[in-house]
């Protein structure tokens, strides 16, 4: 169904809800694990803001699709296998079901 809110972290639907805060997260989990993957981004990079750096590397779809990329190598290495890769893999586990959550709204199935 389009219009469908999902949750931020998973993209799983989001139960329905009547009133008060609009929900984010579909479970207590998602919202533990997407608090997790912001505090862990917390740090500087090269003595730039994380954030800083993130919305740079953002603005270019060209350094994403690199970052993407090499990130992709890294995980099928075996190179991002220590627990500090956990936000990411999470992270990235939740931009996989986005974008396949999107493309099912995309073609309506
Ligand atoms: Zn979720």
Same mark, same amino acid.
């Given at each position: ?6 949750? /931020? ?6 139960? /329905?809800?009547?009133g ?34 993130? &919305?740079?590397?953002l603005?270019?779809?060209?350094? &994403? ?13 075996g190179?991002?296998?220590?627990? /500090? ?6 992270? &990235?586990?939740?931009?996989?079901? &986005? ?11």
């Open positions: 169904m389009s219009g469908e809110r999902v949750c /931020e972290f998973c993209s799983s639907a989001l139960p /329905e809800q009547r008060g805060r609009k929900r984010r997260w579909c479970s207590d989990q998602c919202r533990w694990k997407a608090a997790r993957a912001r505090q862990k981004a917390d740090v500087s990079v090269a003595g730039i803001a994380s954030e800083v750096a993130a &919305t740079a590397v603005d270019s779809p060209v350094i &994403t699709a690199q970052v993407l990329i090499d990130l992709a190598g890294r995980i099928a290495e190179r991002c296998d220590g627990p /500090e890769w956990n936000a990411a893999i999470d992270a &990235t586990i939740g931009l996989h079901r &986005t974008l396949v959550a999107r493309m099912r709204r995309l073609n309506g199935i």
